[in-house]
């Protein structure tokens, strides 16, 4: 199966990117998603990040506080490499199994850091969803609902535009028009289904 890692700053389009993937048939897996069901209430994952970071950022009834935590590592970058290295290797292990699971000709492997992990190595491919620092910015800003110092510090946490860029076989513009968006994605389909039957 040809295995294509789908990555992008925050806010760049990555889960409307997946999604029309998915309408096209191809199999998705989200890291996102995985990282929340390795924290979910009776994980070894939550057990984990409960001992590294304190009960504190353990919920009322008994769920991880995403934001508490957001918080925490976004403005330490220590606590942040901490967290990665307690969750991506639990990340990595179910990204196998379920790869292992699939029978499609090719699946897209969304990872937000995929250039700033060590996730490059489970793909064939990269793609980049692609577009301006302001545009990313903007969006980040009205979506999470959070101030501009707390989305400036997350931007920075990332791997910078061009960095991300290097390390792209395929780029998917997401600045502009969602059409010129889905033609792209038309065209890496189709080029991902050619490579897959090879």
């Not at 390795?38 to 353990?58: D, M, T």
């Not at 301006?132 to 791997?159: F, M, Y």
């Amino acid at each position: 199966m040809l295995r294509v890692g789908l990555t992008g700053g925050i806010a760049s389009g990555k889960t409307a990117v997946a999604d029309y993937f998915a309408e096209l048939g191809c199999s998705i897996i989200d890291t996102d998603l995985i990282s929340r069901e390795v924290v979910a209430v009776g994980e070894s994952g939550l057990a984990k990040v409960q001992k590294e970071f304190g009960s504190h950022i353990i919920s009322d009834s008994g769920e991880l506080d995403r934001r508490l935590l957001r918080e925490l590592i976004f403005s330490d970058p220590q606590k942040r490499l901490k967290l990665e290295g307690i969750l991506h290797p639990l990340i990595r292990a179910k990204v196998i199994k379920k790869l292992g699971e699939l029978s499609t000709p090719y699946a897209i492997i969304v990872v937000p850091l995929l250039v700033e992990t060590g996730f490059a190595s489970l793909v064939d491919r990269v793609a980049v969803v692609d577009c301006p620092s302001k545009v990313q910015l903007e969006r980040l800003l009205s979506r999470d609902g959070i101030d501009l110092i707390q989305a400036e510090a997350i931007l920075n946490a990332q791997a910078k535009r061009n960095v991300r860029l290097t390390h792209a076989d395929d780029l998917i513009d997401n600045g502009g028009d969602w059409n010129n968006t889905q033609r792209r994605i038309l065209e890496l389909h189709a080029y991902y289904s050619n490579l897959a039957s090879k």
